[in-house]
């Protein structure tokens, strides 16, 4: 039997494992809510210091950045599958990142969640516990996150067409080419949404944000042609570097998503009622995903990777750790 055309293999494979990594990162925003309820009840019925823990700021703020991170994650997977629903033939990149971002979401969530509930979360009768050993799981497969963040970053290899026979072979020996086509299909991709000097559609108060974003895909293809020029056919090896540069392009994607969804909301509003919560919502997310795409490009070029490098080499020679008190 034949599934499909002759030739369209890898592409039919690749669209069953998009929709698997998209089903992980997706169904991780849908567990998240639920976790996010299980601690509200908690912290609002257990108290502590004589008053319920939600009135306690530690408390509170781990329930604020959970629901922060959780629009930003839904903001990207509604925005990856409205390109499919457009007709988008390939979402691998996307896909990815949303796998990506979703499973480790999810991870850091349920153990935010186990420091609100305290010893009861180990108890069996709770869903937490099962929760966390159940999850675990979800970074290593549908493509291990590792694997998947250099994929991200190597995704641009593609392009170079007939000088390309796959990863292996990526000629860098003309850098300014190679990191043309790298960066150009980072860029590029984001590019369906960011168009210098901003996003024009964003409503009027994520203005500053949406040229925040803009001036952040110029300091991605920058660099990233700096770190090719420096690395020429190395850049493959540069693994440290390759994940700033995918977590760079996540944060940026993910205000891109997180900006055109609450500038639809802003523009159909017949409500205020919630509407200021959610603004703030959108914009507490775009604040710390620029600052931390910001970030991630900045240890492009000042980072400790050397040290690092030395360090574990040290360590694997030598079989253990044996640093005495």
Same mark, same amino acid.
């Given at each position: 039997?034949?599934?499909?055309?002759? @030739?369209?293999?890898?592409?039919?494979? !690749?669209?069953?494992?998009?929709? $698997?990594?998209?089903? %992980? &990162?997706?169904g991780a925003? /849908?567990?998240?809510?639920?976790?996010?309820?299980?601690?509200?009840?908690?912290?609002?019925?257990?108290?502590?210091?004589?008053?319920?823990?939600?009135?306690?700021?530690?408390?509170?703020?781990?329930?604020?950045?959970?629901?922060?991170?959780?629009?930003?994650?839904?903001?990207?997977?509604?925005?990856?599958?409205?390109?499919?629903?457009?007709?988008?033939?390939?979402?691998?990149?996307?896909?990815?990142?949303?796998?990506?971002?979703?499973?480790?979401?999810?991870?850091?969530?349920?153990?935010?969640?186990?420091?609100?509930?305290?010893?009861?979360?180990?108890?069996?009768?709770?869903?937490?516990?099962?929760v966390l050993?159940?999850?675990?799981?979800?970074?290593?497969?549908? @493509?291990?996150?590792?694997?998947?963040? !250099?994929?991200?970053?190597?995704? $641009?290899?593609?392009? %170079? &067409?007939?000088?390309?026979? /796959?990863?292996?072979?990526?000629?860098?020996?003309?850098?300014?080419?190679?990191?043309?086509?790298?960066?150009?299909?980072?860029?590029?991709?984001?590019?369906?949404?960011?168009?210098?000097?901003?996003?024009?559609?964003?409503?009027?108060?994520?203005?500053?944000?949406?040229?925040?974003?803009?001036?952040?895909?110029?300091?991605?293809?920058?660099?990233?042609?700096?770190?090719?020029?420096?690395?020429?056919?190395?850049?493959?090896?540069?693994?440290?570097?390759?994940?700033?540069?995918?977590?760079?392009?996540?944060?940026?994607?993910?205000?891109?998503?997180?900006?055109?969804?609450?500038?639809?909301?802003?523009?159909?509003?017949?409500?205020?009622?919630?509407?200021?919560?959610?603004e703030a919502?959108?914009?507490?997310?775009?604040?710390?995903?620029?600052?931390?795409?910001?970030?991630?490009?900045?240890?492009?070029?000042?980072?400790?990777?050397?040290?690092?490098?030395?360090?574990?080499?040290?360590?694997?020679?030598?079989?253990?750790?044996?640093?005495?008190?």
């Amino acid at each position: 039997n034949l599934l499909g055309e002759v @030739g369209d293999g890898f592409n039919i494979g !690749m669209e069953i494992l998009n929709n $698997g990594r998209m089903s %992980l &990162g997706t169904g991780a925003a /849908g567990s998240v809510r639920l976790l996010i309820d299980q601690a509200l009840e908690h912290a609002g019925s257990r108290r502590q210091f004589g008053r319920p823990l939600a009135e306690l700021q530690l408390v509170a703020h781990k329930l604020g950045q959970m629901s922060t991170q959780l629009y930003g994650l839904e903001s990207m997977g509604y925005l990856t599958t409205g390109m499919v629903d457009r007709g988008a033939t390939d979402v691998s990149l996307e896909s990815a990142m949303v796998k990506i971002a979703g499973t480790e979401f999810l991870w850091y969530a349920v153990n935010r969640v186990f420091q609100i509930v305290g010893g009861e979360a180990y108890m069996t009768g709770a869903p937490c516990e099962k929760v966390l050993r159940d999850i675990r799981i979800f970074p290593i497969f549908e @493509g291990a996150n590792d694997v998947m963040r !250099m994929f991200v970053a190597m995704k $641009g290899c593609q392009e %170079l &067409g007939d000088e390309l026979e /796959g990863l292996a072979n990526f000629d860098l020996t003309d850098p300014l080419r190679g990191v043309g086509a790298l960066v150009g299909y980072l860029g590029g991709r984001l590019g369906r949404a960011v168009n210098p000097p901003g996003l024009p559609d964003a409503a009027a108060p994520f203005a500053d944000a949406s040229d925040r974003v803009a001036r952040q895909v110029r300091s991605l293809r920058e660099t990233t042609e700096s770190l090719v020029r420096a690395h020429g056919t190395g850049v493959t090896e540069r693994q440290a570097d390759l994940k700033r540069l995918t977590q760079a392009t996540m944060d940026i994607c993910g205000q891109v998503a997180t900006i055109s969804r609450i500038s639809d909301v802003l523009d159909d509003a017949t409500t205020s009622s919630v509407l200021g919560e959610e603004e703030a919502i959108a914009s507490s997310f775009c604040e710390r995903a620029a600052s931390r795409a910001e970030r991630s490009l900045a240890q492009v070029d000042d980072n400790d990777d050397e040290a690092i490098d030395l360090i574990a080499t040290n360590l694997i020679d030598r079989g253990a750790y044996r640093h005495t008190v």
